[in-house]
């Protein structure tokens, strides 16, 4: 069955270093996304991302982040100077359509982010 | 604004002993209510989308309903593995794409 990969599973990071997160959306999926999950609170959006360009972001979102499909396969979360509080499960996820039967939000395994 | 609510926060059963989780939600246009399974350090895990009230979606010993309000999930003769954190959502829409928005969670524990 295709699934979402993430990598790498866990990363430990000293405050202000740059991290990037990496994702394998589903191969036939168009519409990409990276949400966040501090511990013990709710999965929360960050980002969604379709026909190479960012399609809604949240407030969480901000200068300090980005996101690129550098190729067709690869999609990636860059963090640009981590903070304490960017400690988290990232996960990216990937839908084949936006509305309709195929609009199920499939989500990888995630990327715990520790920043010391 | 779009919002979720599950309850109980947590629950826990007996191997057997079958109940129900709660998802009540306020949306400005429901498209779709989304149920998936999460264990502890993993992903969300897709399991149901009800799309219009009395629909009923089943898989193995769970039963998703919906209604207006509020979303169902019927958990029939639990096992252990059925431990884990159920969590409801539903899509909004925004642009070219569409976010979901979470509940907290139900954190399920069927003891043996």
């Known amino acids: 069955e295709p699934e979402v990969t993430q990598t790498p599973s866990h990363q430990v990071t000293q405050m202000g270093q740059e991290v990037i997160l990496r994702c394998v959306p589903i191969s036939n999926h168009l519409y990409f996304y990276w949400y966040r999950q501090i511990l013990g609170q709710k999965v929360e959006f960050l980002v969604s991302?379709?026909?190479?360009?960012?399609?809604?972001k949240s407030e969480i979102f901000d200068d300090q982040f980005s996101v690129e499909r550098p190729d067709g396969s690869n999609f990636t979360l860059k963090i640009r100077s981590t903070k304490l509080e960017d400690s988290a499960m990232y996960f990216c996820a990937s839908s084949e359509e936006r509305d309709g039967a195929r609009n199920t939000i499939y989500f990888g395994e995630g990327s715990w982010l520790t920043v010391v | 604004e779009d919002q979720v609510t599950q309850s109980p926060e947590a629950l826990r059963l007996q191997e057997g002993e079958s109940s129900s989780l709660n998802c009540s939600y306020t949306v400005s246009g429901l498209r779709g209510l989304f149920w998936y399974r999460q264990d502890p350090g993993k992903g969300p895990e897709f399991l149901f989308t009800l799309y219009s009230a009395g629909e009923e979606k089943e898989k193995e010993r769970l039963k998703a309903t919906l209604t207006k309000k509020e979303s169902f999930l019927h958990i029939t003769a639990p096992k252990p593995e059925d431990s884990a954190t159920y969590l409801c959502a539903v899509p909004n829409y925004g642009g070219a794409t569409n976010k979901l928005i979470f509940g907290t969670g139900t954190l399920l524990a069927v003891q043996p």
């Open positions: 991302f379709y026909n190479n360009e960012i399609s809604e």
